[in-house]
């Protein structure tokens, strides 16, 4: 099996090299650019299993530079920002993102993450990036985005709320990627309605969501084996998901 290349894109030349060498510890490969031309100067010559891109990139924009690699790239891109707001997480999956780390983070939660966006068979691009484009199956279970419907290995439409369905957009979108209540409730915009929700509040609206599409997909909702329970973290969708264009 091959290492691993990673290329960490930072204007912040402690930050790279602490990043870079955290990483290399951990047994992968690590290249480093400081902006957009250095980013295209290491795609162009040669295999790069994942980028680690910082949004604020001087006077370049790091979900300007993810918007595009995604015109002509498949590499996943993890985007690591000081930002952490609703709506800049959200820019961040529209444009493609697999995933959106707040600095300051837990460097060994950065190293789940970036182990768990490699561990994909078949990388997809953010839910938000691919949503209506793509038939999802996972399981026996397919999910048409095109035609927004659930088959059931047994052929038969499930019907799912527009918020169960939105949440299974979530989980698929991000298999084998613990995601916190919080992550999951940015995405959903839990707080469509404009009200400030504690984060406890929004906990429980999402644990109630979560149950409530146990209850169509699982087996056996009470041991769901699909889209599980994360200990400290809050849940992951432990099934593969293979992703073809609709």
């Known amino acids: 099996m091959s290492i691993p290349r990673l290329l960490v894109v930072d204007d912040d030349a402690e930050m790279r090299r602490m990043m870079t060498e955290f990483l290399r510890k951990k047994g992968f490969m690590v290249m480093t650019a400081a902006n957009r031309a250095q980013i295209v100067s290491h795609l162009d010559q040669g295999r790069i299993d994942l980028i680690l891109l910082d949004v604020m990139l001087g006077d370049e924009s790091g979900v300007e530079i993810c918007a595009e690699l995604r015109l002509e790239r498949d590499v996943p891109i993890i985007l690591v920002s000081a930002l952490s707001a609703d709506h800049q997480r959200m820019q961040g999956y529209e444009v493609g993102a697999d995933d959106y780390i707040a600095k300051p983070f837990n460097p060994d939660l950065l190293l789940a993450r970036v182990r768990a966006v490699l561990r994909r068979g078949r990388r997809s691009a953010s839910l938000a990036y691919r949503r209506n484009t793509s038939i999802y199956s996972f399981g026996g279970w397919t ?47 839990v707080n469509h309605d404009g009200a400030t929700q504690s984060e406890a509040a929004t906990g429980r609206a999402i644990d109630v969501l979560v149950g409530r599409l146990r209850s169509k997909i699982e087996r056996n909702p009470k041991e769901p084996e699909m889209l599980r329970t994360e200990r400290g973290t809050g849940y992951v969708f432990a099934v593969d998901v293979v992703v073809k264009d609709g």
């Open 143 to 189: 999910y048409d985005g095109k035609k927004d419907i659930v088959l059931a290995p047994d052929g038969f439409q499930v019907a799912l709320s527009k918020r169960e369905t939105s949440l299974l957009k979530v989980v698929l979108a991000n298999p084998h990627i613990p995601l916190t209540r919080e992550e999951i409730a940015d995405t959903l915009d």
